[in-house]
């Protein structure tokens, strides 16, 4: 019985970065995470490129901040900078390597960009999973669905589980989204950036008063008087800081569909969906592991 061959999914096409990279914007390292919080939120991006003398020296993510900041920090937010919570490792390339290798840097390190600098170190630009999956849109020739690149196994949080509990699920799954859901039905969805805001008192300071949240800032350790002290922050939940009413795809539908849907709202994740309860999870990083594959599933 002969096998059914395959249909070409991507344009066998070399495709350089030079077609898509893009200028970053940048921060020095002596910057602190407020200054990094605020062009984060104004720009809606994900990420700064920290650069000295031209050169890019590390990378600064919502994750970064969300992790780094701690109201039980013996620090106060404004003098924590840039250089203190940066990523040092940074995974570059030249412009003149491929989308493939761009993809296949991606898939190895489980990162979502890759800065391009040239022969002499100087910073050319950035190339983010949002680029490639707009080249997955080009190349794109065959109709592939989404349930074969899914993820099956999806974590969700309930709209009533804390913003602690939240922030506890993405780290300990080293995951960058997780799903809210109600009776498996997905009503929100949750990533680092939710917690820009809140972690930095942007979320609640109005309920919280100001003398509180300055002992909090500069006690190192969480005792039963600090939770007592925390009182309206811990009332804080998932429901909170989601993003409600998600985009969401079905299985049959094809990847095609869910590229477009993510470039146009510019989200990085759409829950997968049959008769309104949750299956799987398709994000651009399985469009990417597509793009480091040439397409051959």
């Known amino acids: 019985m002969m096998r059914k061959r395959q249909p070409k999914i991507l344009v066998n096409i070399p495709v350089q970065l030079a077609s898509i990279i893009k200028r970053p914007i940048t921060i020095p390292p002596n910057a602190s995470i407020l200054d990094a919080r605020d062009i984060l939120i104004r720009h809606r991006i994900g990420r700064l490129v920290v650069e000295f003398d031209k050169k890019p020296v590390g990378i600064v993510t919502e994750k970064d901040i969300s992790r780094s900041i701690s109201i039980f920090s013996g620090k106060p937010i404004a003098k924590i900078l840039i250089r203190d919570i940066m990523s040092k490792d940074l995974v570059t390339l030249q412009p003149?390597?491929?989308?493939?290798?761009?993809?296949?840097?991606?898939?190895?390190?489980?990162?979502?960009?890759?800065?391009i600098k040239n022969s002499k170190g100087k910073l050319v630009g950035v190339v983010t999973k949002t680029d490639?999956?707009?080249?997955?849109?080009?190349?794109?020739?065959?109709?592939?669905?989404?349930?074969?690149?899914?993820?099956k196994k999806v974590i969700t949080v309930s709209p009533e589980d804390s913003?602690?509990?939240?922030?506890?699920?993405?780290?300990?799954?080293?995951?960058?989204?997780?799903?809210?859901?109600?009776?498996?039905?997905?009503?929100?969805?949750?990533?680092?950036?939710d917690f820009v805001p809140a972690k930095t008192f942007d979320l609640h300071k109005e309920f919280t008063d100001p003398e509180e949240r300055s002992e909090i800032f500069w006690n190192p350790h969480l005792n039963e008087f600090n939770v007592n002290k925390l009182r309206y922050l811990l009332t804080f939940s998932a429901k909170d800081i989601m993003t409600p009413n998600p985009f969401f795809v079905s299985p049959d539908d094809v990847v095609y569909t869910a590229a477009i849907i993510m470039i146009r709202h510019g989200?990085?994740?759409?829950?997968?969906?049959?008769?309104k309860k949750i299956i799987g999870i398709v994000t651009k990083s399985d469009i990417v592991n597509v793009i480091a594959a040439k397409g051959k599933l």
């Open 163 to 193: 913003i602690f509990e939240v922030e506890s699920v993405l780290l300990n799954n080293q995951i960058r989204r997780v799903v809210v859901t109600k009776n498996k039905t997905p009503v929100g969805i949750i990533t680092y950036r």
């Open 267 to 275: 989200i990085s994740g759409l829950p997968v969906v049959r008769g």
């Open 132 to 151: 490639l999956v707009s080249a997955f849109l080009i190349q794109s020739t065959a109709s592939l669905p989404i349930s074969k690149i899914m993820t």
């Open 96 to 115: 003149e390597a491929s989308i493939y290798d761009c993809a296949k840097l991606m898939q190895k390190h489980g990162i979502s960009s890759i800065v």
